[in-house]
């Protein structure tokens, strides 16, 4: 190895070591773009980050990408020997799963298209359940009368189902495969390919006031009463 090899693979080496340590001290995952304000110059995080999750591979603690991010996450053959408190992970109905996996692959997908492929209402506390697990999330408006709300998977579903995005959710072939389908499967059954986060050409960002109609902001109006 020449002495601008070894210079090279000594300032990698150290760069691995930061990015450790960036990922490791961080309670959510870390983006890569954070990364890259830290890193030393000249360092491609891409090729920094695929050293690293090679070098945890093997290990209790494996590095895994979520969408855009990293974190570090017990392997998955490792992790039926920790328990978690009773309670920490609420256990979804039947019809939370039925929504929720609406959602990841139909998604964007507003509360009537759900009800038109469930065959049934959805009750708000269904949602509501999804939205305060974290796991779905307000895309934007339909471009259609009513401008209805459409509905889309959160970075932390990727995290908590380990999927790097959200077209690593599995095909027709492979629910079949998993036993999660019947053998009798209607001939014109289709399962979408997931889409990504960018809003489609019908859809409109979700502003201010969408928010507070929603119910999740304060009014401005009101918010500056209270303060007086």
Not at 62 to 78: E, M, P
Not at 162 to 178: H, N, S, T, V, W
Request: glycine letters at 8%.
């Amino acid at each position: 190895m020449t002495a601008a090899e070894t210079v090279r693979e000594a300032m990698l080496s150290e760069a691995e070591r930061i990015a450790e340590a960036l990922v490791f001290a961080s309670a959510e995952p870390v983006t890569e773009g954070f990364l890259a304000d830290r890193l030393p110059k000249g360092v491609i995080v891409p090729d920094i980050m695929a050293r690293l999750k090679a070098r945890y591979a093997s290990r209790g603690v494996n590095l895994v990408q979520v969408a855009d991010c990293w974190a570090f996450r017990t392997a998955a053959d490792l992790s039926f020997q920790l328990r978690r408190d009773e309670g920490e992970v609420r256990k979804l109905s039947r019809a939370a799963l039925e929504v929720l996996a609406i959602i990841a692959y139909h998604q964007p997908v507003t509360r009537a298209e759900i009800e038109d492929i469930r065959g049934v209402q959805t009750s708000k506390g269904t949602l509501d359940v999804l939205l305060e697990a974290g796991w779905v999330r307000f895309r934007g408006r339909r471009r259609t009368p009513g401008r209805p709300v459409t509905f889309g998977t959160t970075r932390d579903f990727l995290d908590h189902f380990g999927l790097e995005e959200i077209r690593d959710l599995p095909g027709l072939e492979e629910l079949k495969g998993a036993g999660l389908l019947s053998g009798r499967i209607p001939p014109t059954l289709s399962i979408p390919s997931p889409r990504d986060d960018d809003l489609t050409e019908d859809e409109d960002p979700i502003t201010q006031l969408d928010l507070e109609e929603l119910g999740l902001l304060t009014p401005r109006g009101e918010e500056a009463e209270d303060h007086t």
